[in-house]
T-cell receptor
Framework: DTGVSQDPRHKITKRGQNVTFRCDPI?????LYWYRQTLGQGPEFLTY????????KSRLLSDRFSAERPKGSFSTLEIQRTEQGDSAMYLC????????????FGPGTRLLVL | AQSVSQHNHHVILSEAASLELGCNYS??????LFWYVQYPGQHLQLLLK??????LVKGIKGFEAEFIKSKFSFNLRKPSVQWSDTAEYFC????????????FGTGTRLKVLA
């Protein structure tokens, strides 16, 4: 069990550029979550996948954000036309479909938009 | 609206002091409750969780928490803190059904002085 991994760990981009983050969940975990954490705040839910189906999206997820989990394994989160307000830590978590619904978090991708 | 409140944003203690961090939630229906810890430079790790049964739950590293349903509270305690407990602590809740997404509190930053 290698845990949840995320890539890249850090990303600096200029306003208006597109960025894509990747999350590899714990193998055999069916549920995958994306959260966003800004300074001084707790993580906020962005979106949820059960296998390859995206079943819930937060209102925080504007139309510039898109997430996929094409084969029910890894997931990507893309931000188009980045804005300075997108600067945050983007966290991925996974959990098993059945059981105690505990989520396991990755190290996060820290995004800085200049 | 669903929310989690952590009353103490910053706590400074000397080693061997006792710790209690408050967490109150507002959430309709049956909930699961969690405390996560984030050590400097590390990812979120589960400290303990409550799903049902005995409202006093014990977690790793000597931490415990008590669920008081009538007060909508899930306070974290440790009788004697160590310098290595310096970290940020997050309380989180999710529903017993649906997507199981977490609602997090804003976190409490604990500093333990050696």
């Amino acid at each position: 069990d290698t845990g949840v991994s995320q890539d890249p760990r850090h990303k600096i981009t200029k306003r208006g550029q597109n960025v894509t983050f990747r999350c590899d969940p714990i193998s055999e975990h069916n549920r995958l979550y994306w959260y966003r954490q800004t300074l001084g705040q707790g993580p906020e839910f962005l979106t949820y996948f059960q296998n390859e189906a995206q079943l819930e999206k937060s209102r925080l997820l504007s139309d510039r954000f898109s997430a996929e989990r094409p084969k029910g394994s890894f997931s990507t989160l893309e931000i188009q036309r980045t804005e300075q307000g997108d600067s945050a830590m983007y966290l991925c978590a996974s959990s098993a479909l059945y059981g105690l619904e505990t989520q396991y978090f990755g190290p996060g991708t820290r995004l800085l938009v200049l | 609206a669903q929310s989690v409140s952590q009353h103490n944003h910053h706590v400074i203690l000397s080693e061997a002091a006792s710790l209690e961090l408050g967490c109150n939630y507002s959430y309709g229906g049956t909930v699961n409750l969690f405390w996560y810890v984030q050590y400097p430079g590390q990812h979120l790790q589960l400290l303990l969780k409550y799903f049902s049964g005995d409202p006093l739950v014990k977690g790793i590293k000597g931490f415990e928490a008590e669920f008081i349903k009538s007060k909508f509270s899930f306070n974290l305690r440790k009788p004697s803190v160590q310098w290595s407990d310096t970290a940020e602590y997050f309380c989180a809740v999710n529903s017993h059904s649906g997507t199981y997404k977490y609602i997090f509190g804003t976190g409490t930053r604990l500093k333990v002085l050696a």
